[in-house]
């Protein structure tokens, strides 16, 4: 595994004063070689040949340049090998024979199509996700996986589609972990999961959340049933629990404070027509016993 070397380079505002003093310093040599009759004939033609190679030099050290702007890097390499990678902003300068590949440190997101997969309990739905992540190792990045970026996209959607295999879409228990009901708990299981998915291609995952959630369109209808049953059976239960107590203390009261004497029949019938009246999804309409309990 290669790992990240960071080699930032020479200064290259330095190395830039030293090119422009270049071709002052070759056309000198070439005006004295070429217009110094009063000198030996070999210095002239050595002051010539210095004054060409300062040219071609010139040209050379020019290639040796490169810029690195915030929040990105250059990975450089000579003849092939890795040779280290440039993060200091600014103008830099390097062996020319150095090629230099730029790689964005900035943060990005991810958005995935919407993957049509089976939950834990084997119904359609249709997931989708967004990751928020960057490169922080770019000798990882450029020479460990052939694309990083394409790398990051196949891999986010392969974790997604795992982590809908993993969970019903609703649990019917508030224990139970669903993709709806815990998207905290989902969303810290997804990142974990991408992260460990990317982790050799030098990537970090900074978030992960689902952003669409739904049934596949064959069994929505039914399933939007389901639901609509499944609430209403859970506040029938919290109201036959409360009907329930109050009628518990009503009949307490009534035997602590001695307001009437009932027995286990009449007991019975006052329970079956207060959970009438409160359990009711209708408005009764009472009858008035102008007799006694017992008529």
């Not at 040796?64 to 003849?79: E, I, K, T, Y």
């Not at 409360?242 to 006052?270: C, I, P, W, Y």
Request: proline content about 3%; aromatic content about 6%; hydrophobic content about 45%.
């Amino acid at each position: 595994m290669i790992r990240e070397r960071e080699r930032n380079g020479l200064n290259g505002l330095l190395f830039l004063v030293i090119v422009l003093l270049v071709p002052f310093v070759a056309f000198g040599l070439f005006a004295t070689g070429a217009g110094g009759e009063d000198l030996p004939d070999g210095l002239r033609v050595a002051l010539v040949v210095t004054a060409l190679l300062l040219a071609i030099s010139e040209l050379f050290l020019l290639k040796g340049f490169f810029m690195v702007a915030p929040n990105s890097a250059r990975v450089l390499q000579l003849f092939g090998d890795y040779v280290g990678t440039a993060k200091l902003p600014g103008l830099r300068w390097t062996n020319p024979f150095v090629s230099k590949k730029s790689i964005s440190l900035r943060v990005r997101n991810f958005e995935s199509s919407h993957l049509k997969v089976n939950d834990a309990e084997g119904n359609p739905i249709e997931i989708g996700a967004v990751i928020v992540w960057r490169v922080v190792e770019t000798a990882e990045a450029s020479f460990e996986v052939d694309n990083y970026e394409n790398y990051v996209h196949v891999q986010s959607e392969a974790a997604v589609r795992n982590l809908a295999t993993s969970y019903p879409y609703d649990g019917h228990d508030d224990a139970v972990v669903s993709l709806r009901g815990s998207t905290a708990s989902v969303a810290d299981h997804l990142q974990q999961e991408v992260q460990q998915r990317l982790q050799k291609a030098g990537v970090e995952v900074l978030e992960a959340r689902i952003n669409h959630l739904a049934y596949a369109q064959e069994i929505a209808a039914a399933m939007l049933q389901r639901q609509q049953a499944g609430a209403i059976i859970a506040a029938r239960q919290r109201i036959v629990e409360g009907a329930v107590g109050m009628v518990e203390m009503a009949l307490d009261l009534l035997s602590a404070r001695e307001v009437v004497t009932l027995d286990n029949d009449r007991k019975a019938a006052m329970v079956s027509n207060l959970l009438v009246v409160l359990c009711g999804d209708r408005n009764t309409q009472p009858v008035v016993n102008t007799g006694t309990i017992y008529q």
